[in-house]
């Protein structure tokens, strides 16, 4: 029989502290709700690590704080396509939404939001900040940054299909905010989805994309936070361009916990 005052297994102390934080959050009636998927959000982590270790070294407050965003948006990571990224940065585990993550928060709240990736070779057109046109260069794909003319990020109600706007995000504002102090070592394993992620914060934050919910102000608030060393660029403000109505699948990434910028010589 263990003792009573063994110390706590590092899953039974995760899941206690998640537990705690998500009340902090967003009170008892959510927090009961995503209290249930707690212990599938530590799972799916420890899943998601390349190796264990790479979990295990970071503080229990920090895994517990990315659990609990986890379990709170049902987002979890792992698998060939994930919604949420954990990234360690010393001895801290930070959550971090991708651009399918938030797309399925965008569809839970009834809009279907698209981020469009443009090529060099594609056709468009804008208009005050809305696309007008836009023919895609079949097999220009961009595959890089330097790619990548911009990004086309559409808000249309599920409801109706109405269309809200295409908004264009110019491929020189997501260049600079690649370069970012503390944009972390993601853009370089996963450019085209970083930049449809930050247009999409970019559509989110001029309020474009009209989704009011606990969930989604959490992710973005979590996500903000692993950027908080970043300092705001200061750009022309882009004319807006929508994508087509045809959406482009995202290319399947195989999904690990990336490594700390320092320890893969990043910068």
Known sequence: MPRKDAPLSLRR?????ASAMLLDMVGPDKAKEAAARVAMAFAAAHRSAKNPQDLERCTPESIAAAVAHSALADLMPGGAMPSCWLIPRGRELQWMISHRGLMTLSRRAGYQLSAVPVGMSDHVAVEYGEVTEHRAELGSEPQQL?????????????????VLGRYWVPGSYLQ???????????????????AQKTAIKWACARGYV??????????????????????PVEVERPQMQLASEVFAAAPEVEAEIIEDAAAIGGT
């Open 176 to 194: 600079k905010c690649s370069r970012l102090r503390g944009a972390g070592p993601v853009w370089k394993a996963w450019p085209i989805e970083m």
């Open 146 to 162: 330097s790619d990548l003319r911009g990004v086309i990020v559409v808000c249309k109600q599920i409801a109706d299909g109405f």
């Open 13 to 17: 102390r995760v899941e206690r502290y």
């Open 210 to 231: 009209p989704i009011q919910s606990i969930e989604m102000a959490t992710a973005l608030a979590a996500d903000a936070q692993a950027h908080d060393a970043a300092q």
